[in-house]
């Protein structure tokens, strides 16, 4: 089992920045996979970026990509999704997932433990 647990959501205007954070605590000797997704109001929820378990490799959504950096740190069991350059359309409940596989994956059914959720609203 792994519990995960998101922070650092808020609201932010137009062109600034936020960082999120993911910590996992319980089964975190193995190596897994870490994806983040969003979720708007009345809408799917939708891919935004994985990283494989070393940190050595990750995938972008195509609406975020060149705004937002996926790092993690295994040491501290954390891994943080920076996002610059925010726009009103990135509003969304963010959420941080996990898998036990070295492959990343943009789908979030291959996902078997999730946080609950941190909310991320843009707009001045």
């Known amino acids: 089992q792994v519990q995960l647990v998101e922070s650092g959501g808020g609201l932010v205007q137009p062109g600034g920045s936020l960082r999120l954070s993911c910590t996992a605590s319980g089964r975190t000797s193995s190596g897994y996979t870490v994806g983040w997704f969003r979720q708007a109001p009345e809408k799917e929820r939708e891919f935004v970026a994985t990283i494989s378990p070393s940190g050595g490799s990750t995938l972008y959504a195509v609406s975020v990509k060149g705004r937002f950096t996926l790092s993690r740190d295994n040491a501290k069991n954390t891994a943080y999704l920076q996002m610059d350059s925010l726009k009103p359309e990135d509003t969304a409940v963010y959420f941080c997932?996990?898998?036990?596989?070295?492959?990343?994956?943009?789908?979030?059914?291959?996902?078997?433990?999730w946080g609950q959720g941190t909310q991320v609203t843009v707009s001045s």
């Open positions: 997932a996990a898998r036990f596989t070295v492959l990343k994956s943009n789908n979030p059914a291959q996902y078997d433990y």
